[in-house]
């Protein structure tokens, strides 16, 4: 009987880990549908799997309202599933959100989307290159690629990562290429 309980316990524990509360996040510092964060005011970081190409239409929710258009100019590819998406021309920092990136942690993480609820889950295993989540079965879609992992540091929002592959909690880490990131966003 007491194995019984053991693992009864050891399952509602492993499922209440693929479950934490959204943090609130200001969505003007990503492309609608698009995903990625801003990390400059002409730079943002994506996925290189998702499709995208030079010329492509992005829209960016304003802080005020509506929206600003901005063209894909280039993009560099960092490897490890990362991207620096450049635009043809700045957006106001005033209107949209420029992201830091944070080292991540294991524990609450946000998975941003837009005109569906927000992922509240748990990233559970942080490798060299790889973050993994722990989100409930269903939760992620393919779709969700390229959007943020965001969380909080010291009262700050944080990005860690955005989604590699949305349906499977997977995501890069973006801490450990951070250099190569800044090197790109400056060219």
Not at 9 to 23: L, M, N, Q
Not at 40 to 68: C, I, T, Y
């Amino acid at each position: 009987m007491g194995g019984f309980l053991l693992m009864k316990r050891h399952k509602a524990e492993k499922e209440a880990i693929k479950h934490s509360e959204p943090i609130t996040f200001d969505n003007t510092g990503s492309a609608l549908e698009f995903g990625g964060a801003l990390l400059d005011e002409d730079s943002l970081v994506h996925v290189m799997h998702w499709p995208a190409k030079v010329g492509q239409r992005l829209s960016f929710p304003r802080k005020s309202g509506g929206n600003d258009g901005r063209t894909i100019a280039a993009m560099t590819d960092l490897g490890n599933d990362t991207r620096i998406v450049h635009l043809d021309a700045p957006l106001d920092p005033s209107e949209h959100k420029i992201w830091t990136i944070g080292k991540p942690k294991k524990g609450a993480v946000t998975i941003a989307r837009f005109r569906r609820e927000p992922v509240g889950t748990n990233i559970v295993q942080i490798n060299e290159r790889v973050l993994t989540g722990a989100a409930a079965d269903g939760k992620l879609k393919s779709g969700d690629s390229g959007k943020a992992w965001i969380q909080r540091r010291d009262g700050e929002t944080v990005l860690v990562s955005v989604s590699s592959r949305g349906g499977y909690g997977i995501a890069p880490n973006l801490w450990s290429v951070r250099e190569e990131i800044a090197e790109a966003v400056s060219n």
